[in-house]
């Protein structure tokens, strides 16, 4: 019996009056069909959020943990039978699905054992004053396909855990494992607190205008981001965008090519290169260009490339045809512009395969290097001069993260301070937890994810201001 994968809408399963096909990115083929919301069925389920939110904020955190550890569980429970729908639907190798799986669990978790702290700002002989913070209300969470499973539940479980109820959308090409997900949690969170909805991509102004959503956690494109936060202003709902990062890697001249360069090709082709926070874009000095080049292009070709089922698959598929066709013209049009030492081709075969690919001696302004590729394919360049490459590593409308590599910290530290983005790595890159603050600077973002700060982004700071009665 073909599984059913339906939408959670006030505490029930449903249908809904579209489906949607999904596609296997190694087979091109149509595997599972999954419902599908009209406009009116994604507004009974913010109706829905906006009428379980009264009970919801006014449970305890203690009731909320509970809650949460609940989810959770129902996720380790059935990890293998997620990540096998997730590697289907996605493309990862199995063992990264799994990795996705079990970490999303682990992100309730965290969530579960934050506390929320009334701050002591003053309090003095006249007057005390405290900040306490209080949830927002319907928060719309949209999700991207290349962690489809781990970023809805880091925007649930923040919203949760801060007394919120939240409505959330998966991107149409990866739903599946998330509706999953959702009939897992039907019987463990209070009706209308969870609301799982689906479309075509083209219901999304739906949440992002809808006058009781009240705030919207969104990740995703840099140009979608703008929509979505344009589509919200009219209400003045808060946001939290974590958008499109062009992150570049700094290899200064101390470092070992042998000791490296692993590290720097698995910072770049993590998830096949469709990673926000990937490195994409790889400046290494002259003295240790050549022998990078080199050994990069040798880790590349040896890399195993498959279907994400396969045992010892290293690099799945690209995940839909649109962003495959769109890394087949940017590698063609490369081929003018570098010189192609790995890759730049598919398999035979069917599904959205392409080899990993570097690209040397490309020019800082070809289309590789100043857009995100959000793909296998690396361009690498070389550099002289600290001061120039800070520069140049600068000069990008993106502002997500950089790394810097040197045998000596405090110089890479050094040069990690001049560089203009939310996070910089040292030695090491695409670092994150749901510990670790996480934002964009310039058009990467608007807003923190993760940690303490990321948390209280999902509410509304409330000042309490006493007055002190003079003694009779």
Not at 46 to 61: M, Q
Not at 175 to 184: F, G, M
Not at 235 to 264: A, H, Y
Request: one cysteine or more; hydrophobic letters at 40%; aromatic letters at 6%.
């Amino acid at each position: 019996m073909e599984a059913r994968y339906d939408m959670l809408v006030n505490g029930k399963m449903m249908g809904g009056s579209r489906t949607v096909d999904v596609v296997d990115p190694a087979t091109e083929e149509v595997f599972a069909v999954c419902a599908c919301a009209s406009r009116e069925e994604i507004e009974d389920a913010v109706t829905a959020a906006a009428a379980a939110f009264p009970a919801w904020s006014a449970t305890s955190i203690d009731e909320r943990r509970a809650v949460l550890i609940k989810m959770a569980e129902a996720i380790e429970a059935n990890i293998e039978s997620i990540a096998r729908t997730l590697t289907r639907e996605q493309g990862k190798p199995t063992a990264d699905a799994q990795g996705e799986v079990g970490g999303a669990a682990y992100f309730l978790r965290y969530y579960a054992g934050l506390e929320i702290p009334v701050e002591l700002i003053e309090d003095s002989e006249t007057r005390r004053i405290e900040l306490h913070r209080r949830p927002l209300g319907v928060v719309a969470a949209i999700v991207p396909w290349n962690f489809p499973v781990l970023t809805a539940v880091n925007k649930v479980g923040a919203a949760l855990i801060t007394g919120n109820t939240v409505v959330v959308k998966p991107a149409a090409t990866t739903p599946l494992a998330t509706l999953q997900i959702a009939a897992l949690w039907r019987d463990i969170v209070p009706a209308g607190t969870v609301n799982i909805v689906t479309d075509k991509n083209d219901l999304g102004d739906v949440l992002t205008s809808h006058p009781m959503v009240r705030k919207v956690s969104f990740t995703g494109s840099t140009s979608t981001g703008m929509k979505v936060m344009s589509s919200g202003s009219g209400t003045l709902k808060r946001m939290t965008l974590e958008l499109g990062g062009n992150d570049s890697g700094i290899v200064l001249d101390d470092c070992d090519p042998d000791t490296v360069s692993q590290q720097l090709f698995d910072s770049a082709f993590m998830n096949n290169g469709q990673v926000c926070i990937a490195l994409k874009r790889l400046y290494v000095h002259d003295s240790k260009y050549d022998a990078i080049c080199a050994k990069l292009a040798e880790i590349a070709k040896a890399a195993i490339v498959g279907p994400g089922s396969q045992q010892g698959t290293q690099l799945g598929p690209v995940q839909n045809r649109v962003q495959f066709d769109k890394l087949k013209a940017l590698i063609e049009e490369t081929r003018a512009e570098g010189t192609i030492i790995a890759g730049g081709d598919s398999p035979d075969g069917q599904g959205y395969f392409i080899n990993p690919t570097i690209v040397r001696d490309i020019s800082d302004n070809a289309r590789l290097v100043t857009d995100e590729q959000f793909g296998p394919v690396l361009p690498v360049m070389r550099f002289s001069d600290v001061d120039d490459v800070v520069a140049r590593a600068n000069d990008s409308s993106f502002g997500l993260g950089n790394s810097v590599w040197s045998s000596d910290s405090e110089k890479a530290g050094a040069v990690a301070a001049r560089l203009d983005s939310g996070t910089v790595w040292i030695n090491k890159h695409g670092d994150i937890g749901p510990d670790t603050p996480f934002a964009g600077a310039k058009m990467s973002g608007v807003g923190i994810e993760m940690g303490m700060h990321g948390l209280l982004e999902f509410t509304q700071a409330k000042v309490m201001n006493f007055a002190k009665m003079a003694n009779a």
